[in-house]
């Protein structure tokens, strides 16, 4: 009896045992990271993780209508939503618990580890791969560094760029948080030092034609924009001038083809499209539509939340004609743009009347005619829109057309900044229309300096 019991426990115990380890299975979200990048697969798989990063809320929206927001003035643009962060945005009254600004910041750090992972591992991707691999994630860090320089720290030239903080530099995985990862904020002359090598780099790299990821004239398009913001007229001209002589663009026979992809192309890229979030009824975010859009009953697809109006005064600045005039929608009282009124569309970032008019805006400063005179390119985008050609352009002429064609595609305050214009009766360089870095970021990381006025 006794030697029974014993081989009766042991069973159990062997029974138990067994069972621990079928349950004992490690969770995939603690995959270490050795494990995670095996193979090119693993790796091009993160990359696809740090396109899915642009999605959240950064150029599928946040990007482009924290710009808008902020440089808005009640005559032309309201916002009549109740979400308190975009009220905080128009009203330009940010606190250091803004939303926007601490999901912006923190969503653009996940993008950036996402692509150091691809990075450090580059040696992993099938050699046939590596460079597009390579150039594609270098795309994607050069793009975020520049985009938060402009956002979080003053404009270029305001002051000293060595001095003046911009972000935090982070080119390693971050595996573990300690207070070596802790850093203080880099200079906006070193920020946007490492997105000029970034983009320039991926220009080098990257294919001509990669679908919808980022392609050769991909990076040159954000690095021309890059160049703009910083005054330097060669290289935005000439970047732009590679774009646009590429071959792979053209504008839309009619202005209204160049916006809501799902409604009227049937979900494609517009062919004007250099760079665009894509956005599907399964996947994608498309914020431009959230707050921009509005449900019009009569066109199945539409929807929106409705919470930024145009005014009389913006609409009035069209001349009598110019369709662009009339690409807005009367709802009960308010109006909106028609441009984000797809709630599946593709989100725009670069299209390629905004090359045509860096171009035009370049040479014209320059006294050049880089790929064409600036009349041309100016009159190639009003005859599109069917106003009136020009005879003569000079540069408020090119600046008005840009401030028409671009208008709440996420241009207004970067344009008002490097044009050292004014946004109501603040002057372009005002603290207010710097967003703080985030107060939760600040409590954790002592290094950080907040920006003036906060």
Known sequence: MKNKIILYVSAMLLGFSSCQQRLDVQPTQTIDQTTAFNSSKDVEAALIGAYDGLQTDNYSGAFQYTSELLAAVATEVRFGGTFSNLQELYRKELTTINSTAETVWLNSYVVINRVNNVLANIDKVDAAKRNRVEGEARFIRGAVYFELARLYSKQWGEGDN?????????????????DADKLARNSVAEVYALAIDELTKAEGLLPANNGFYASKTTAAAILSRLYLQQGNFVGA??????????????LATT???????KLTNGGANSPEYVFAIQVNDQDGA??????????IGSIPGTAGRGDIRIQPGFISLYESGDVRGTFFTRAGANTFTNKFLDRFGHVPVVRLAEMILTRAEANLRLSTSLGATPLADVNSIRTRAGAKALTAVDLPAILRERRLELAFEGFALNDIKRTKGT???????????????????????????????Y
């Open 423 to 453: 946004v109501g009766t603040l002057p372009y360089n005002s603290p207010k229309l710097i967003l703080p870095v985030p107060q939760r970021e600040i409590d954790v990381n002592k290094q950080l300096k907040q920006n003036e006025g």
């Open 286 to 295: 498309n914020s431009m539509n959230t707050f921009f859009g509005t449900t």
């Open 255 to 261: 202005f209204d083809l160049a916006f809501n992809s």
């Open 237 to 250: 001209r000439d970047a732009a001038n590679r774009v646009i002589t590429s071959g792979k663009y053209r």
């Open 162 to 178: 060595a001095a003046n903080p911009a972000a935090p530099i982070i080119l390693t995985p971050t595996t573990a948080v300690t």
